[in-house]
């Protein structure tokens, strides 16, 4: 049985928010020379206790890889930051077991007056390896974060995107027992990050090192990660199975989300030539509804006011996860039904025949503008959520990096010589 190597007893981490009672410019010279002279009640200030985490409580066994996932300001990087005792818990306990290698922040324990190779020895030292041990890596490292041209320029000189490939090379070189990382790869470019992650799946696959990932992007949590902790206001809201607490978190961002109403203006943009009246969706039977299952028709209604006569508009319809990734642009010009002209009231239908997504919940953005996309008449992002269930009724309804997002039909077959 692997044996527990970080360990939180009731740990929080509290900040003391204090800031000067000053009302304005008048009272700011006034505190400020009173404070100079000595004057009792100088600089008065107020001061407030703030929780980044309060009371969390959780336990990862060795070779485990678990993500942490929660909107920003959560307590994720305080977390890490505890763990790479860069600061200290105001209660608690925490108990690791093993050697930490930390990538929480661009430059973390790099001198910036050095160059890449003197950092390298530098990190290296740090992590407590002798200085053989360096010098036998460092071929390995400078390879991997393809920086030889640069490897002895000061890394004062270095990019956003190059200090995260020799930050990253650095830390898995080491050999860690546990490996830190936050969102500091999002930096990196994609063929820079595909191998990063390779590499993480190939460190994972032995069985030895422990992973503890911060980041936004759920689908990459949900490949990497077996187990996911999801925080929230410095509390854990649900830790465990990766799928299910995804699942959860996406279900309870988006209802945060949907509480959260943009004033109209905010919204939308365009001419006002065209406008959008109303939107409504609706089933294969025509009845409004807003929950569709997978595979199952959707249609999109939507009522415009054209001021003028409009020639040649495009009507475009846009499907996207609620993180803004496009997955669907159906538009009239392309459906063989192009519109000539348009103007006063009118309507116009978009039907799905067959919705070729799985369970998530989704936004429409609905576009109208000029054939040469030169002239926007009214562009509304977000201007519908929908709600698409599994097919089948017993399936589990949770978000898998495995599933993806599209339900396309497909064949899989097998031939083997095999007796």
């Known amino acids: 049985m692997s044996k527990t190597v970080i360990k939180f007893e009731n740990v929080s981490k509290k900040y003391n928010l204090g800031y000067m009672n000053l009302s304005g410019f008048r009272d700011y010279v006034s505190q400020i020379v009173n404070y100079i002279t000595g004057t009792p009640d100088s600089l008065s200030s107020k001061s407030e206790d703030f929780y980044a985490l309060k009371n969390i409580n959780f336990e990862v066994k060795q070779g485990e890889a678990i993500g942490v996932v929660g909107p920003n300001g959560a307590g994720k990087s305080t977390i890490l930051k505890l763990l790479a005792n860069t600061i200290e818990p105001t209660s608690g306990k925490i108990i690791t077991d093993g050697k930490i290698s930390a990538l929480i922040e661009l430059g973390a324990g790099f001198h910036h007056e050095l160059t890449g190779r003197e950092n390298i020895y530098l990190y290296g030292s740090i992590m407590g390896l002798k200085r053989k041990e360096i010098h036998e890596k460092f071929d390995s490292i400078v390879a991997f974060a393809e920086l030889e041209q640069f490897i002895d320029t000061p890394i004062k000189h270095y990019s956003s ?36 992650y390779e590499k993480l799946y190939e460190i994972l696959s032995r069985e030895h090192t422990t992973i503890v990932f911060v980041s936004h992007d759920i689908y990459r949590v949900q490949a990497l990660c077996k187990k996911t902790l999801f925080i929230n206001k410095g509390c854990i809201q649900k830790i465990g199975h990766t799928p299910e607490v995804i699942s959860y978190y996406e279900n309870e961002m988006n209802k945060a989300m949907i509480l959260k109403e943009l004033k109209p203006q905010e919204k939308r943009w365009g001419t006002g030539e065209v406008r959008i009246t109303d939107i409504h969706l609706s089933d294969s039977a025509g009845k409004k509804t807003d929950t569709f299952k997978t595979g199952c028709s959707i249609g999109i209604t939507i009522n415009y006011y054209a001021a003028r006569k409009v020639n040649s508009p495009d009507f475009r319809f846009v499907i996207q996860t609620i993180d803004g990734i496009w997955l669907i642009c159906a538009r009239s010009a392309d459906c063989g039904t192009g519109i000539s002209s348009i103007e006063g009231n009118g309507t116009v239908k978009c039907f799905f025949e067959s919705l070729p997504l799985l369970q998530n919940i989704y936004v429409i953005s609905i576009y109208i503008g000029s054939m040469d996309s030169q002239i926007d008449y009214d562009v509304w992002p977000n201007a519908v959520r929908f709600n698409v269930t599994a097919y089948h009724d017993n399936e589990k309804d949770y978000l898998s990096a495995y599933k993806g997002l599209i339900n396309l039909p497909v064949k899989i077959m097998h031939h083997s010589d095999c007796v």
Not at 177 to 186: H, K, S, Y
């Open 161 to 196: 995107g190059m200090y995260a490939r020799l930050g990253f090379a650095v830390a898995i070189h080491v050999n860690p027992d546990i490996l830190l990382i936050d969102e500091v790869l999002a930096v990196g470019d994609m063929n820079f990050r595909k191998k990063c």
